[in-house]
Every structure is written in C-alpha cells, then in structure tokens.
C-alpha cells in the first residue's frame, strides 16, 4: 500500500497536471476502461473531456501525487470511448483496492462541502477554515466537521448457528447481519443490544469489537462485533427486516457482496466454526 497523507491544501509548488482526479457526478465516479480494469485519470486528462467542473475538494498526497475531487456539475450525453460514469459498489474490484478507499473519502468530503456552504445556525456562508478539514461561519462563528454517522453491525452465535436477517429492500433470498445506527448518549455495546432486541427481539451478551469499515453510502463508519445468544425468541417488530432466522454453515443463505464488512463477519464465523 502506497503512503498517504490526508492534508487540506496541495503544495503550491506542485504541479496540478499529474494530480489524481475523483470526478464525480451525484454519487458516480468518472473512470477510463482498460479492459476490466477501471483507471482514475488525471487532472491532465480530465480537462481534455472540457467539462463544467464545480465544487473541488483536495483529499491529500498519495506517493508524491496530489488528491483532488470535483463534483460535475452536469452530466455528459456521451463521453468518448473508454471514458464512464460508475457507481462506486461497480468500481469496488475493478480499481486498486487503495483508490476505492480513497474515493470513499473524496465522494464523502464532496457531500460535505456540499450540504455545509452555509450556517445551519444563522445561515450565512461558511468559509473554509485554514489548515483544518472544516468550515466556519462568516457571522456567527461556528464551526462545522465533516459528518460521519457510526453505525453498528454484528454476528449473533448460538450453538453453532448464526443470527441473520433479510431486509425488506434486499434482494430476494439475501440475508446479512443485523445493523444500525448509534444514538446520541449510548455506547456501542449497548447499540449492537439494542438493535438486535428492536430487530429481531433477541437478547445478547459477551458483545466483542470484530473491525471497522468506513462507509460511503452515504457517510457511516461501520464497526463490527461478535455477539453471544442470551435469551429470547425471534419477534420481528422493526418495518425494516422482513425476515430473520438461524444458519448454519452448511445451510447458508445468499450472502452479502466480499465489499462489505457484514461478509467478513459472516466469513469469519464460518471459518472460526470449522466449516
């Protein structure tokens, strides 16, 4: 993995040209086909195509070369040939693991400037604050960080069967682990309790930190954990499950996609259960 530098402001000695350019259009990025294989252009390139290019935002240095982000302004009718617009869960295996990452970060940090141009207090326009990733009100003064929502999301084991749920907007016969966002006041302990009991009515102990995963869809920070079964039966009451039951490692469900942290859950326990 090549070093990076998360800064605010690019080297003024630096030549713009040869920087790394994350083009986005709403939530799609801007990529070059080469085969299967998807490349970021340069800033150089993507000046070629004579796109309107709005809201810029520099991410940092990557190996010597600058980071930055642009938000279109207006989608192209037709781009030339190898040039294309793609959803980031698209682009996840088709460009270097290190890039995606990175383009995670440059579509949050759009969406960010974006919703923050002006004060959610008073409404006057916020600037951007010098040698910090952040914004600060011309009137009043407050400052604003980007946004990231944690969520929660875990495995729950009990006697060599996994605890696995089917969201009402899934796709037909894909279950996934239990998930859910972190309330003011509460620890994440408590979270992964009480989203499992709101789910599927399931209560849980010896609740153990697994990883973490940040999020781009929009801008969660995701943080696995391993849960014990302590007790009850499954009641669904939350609108947003459809389904919920007992797996086996013999008898799974389809699962969710390898670029997600619940299918690293679920592959661990399935190792850590000898199957």
């Not at 940092?60 to 302004?73: F, K, M, Y």
């Not at 859950?265 to 850590?272: A, F, S, T, V």
Request: glycine letters at 10%.
């Amino acid at each position: 993995m090549k070093p990076f530098r998360s800064m605010v402001r690019p080297s003024e000695s630096r030549d713009r040209a040869s920087a790394i350019a994350f083009a986005f259009h709403r939530s799609e990025l801007l990529v070059l086909r080469n085969g299967e294989h998807l490349e970021l252009p340069s800033y150089e390139q993507l000046t070629q195509l004579h796109l309107d290019l709005g809201l810029e935002t520099y991410l940092g240095d990557l190996d010597g070369s600058d980071l930055i982000a642009w938000e279109l302004s207006e989608r192209a009718e037709e781009f030339p040939e190898g040039w294309e617009l793609a959803g980031l869960r698209a682009v996840y295996g088709a460009v270097d693991d290190q890039l995606f990452a990175l383009a995670g970060r440059a579509v949050q940090l759009l969406d960010w400037r974006r919703n923050h141009r002006y004060c959610g207090r008073c409404g006057s326009p916020a600037d951007l604050v010098d040698g910090d990733r952040a914004t600060r009100c011309a009137n009043c003064g407050l400052f604003n960080y980007p946004r990231l929502s944690p969520a929660v999301i875990m495995t729950v084991e009990r006697e060599g069967a996994c605890l696995l749920a089917h969201g009402v907007n899934f796709a037909d016969g894909v279950y996934s682990c239990v998930a859910g966002f972190v309330e003011p006041g509460e620890s994440l302990e408590e979270a992964v309790a009480r989203e499992v009991r709101e789910e599927t009515g399931i209560e849980v102990t010896d609740v153990r930190y697994f990883g973490s995963q940040p999020w781009p869809f929009p801008n969660s920070l995701m943080i696995g954990f391993n849960a014990q079964y302590a007790g009850g039966d499954i009641v669904l009451e939350d609108a947003e499950i459809g389904d919920a039951k007992w797996f086996t490692p013999d008898d799974m469900p389809i699962l969710p996609g390898k670029i997600s942290i619940a299918r690293r859950l679920i592959d661990d326990w399935i190792e850590r259960s000898g199957s």
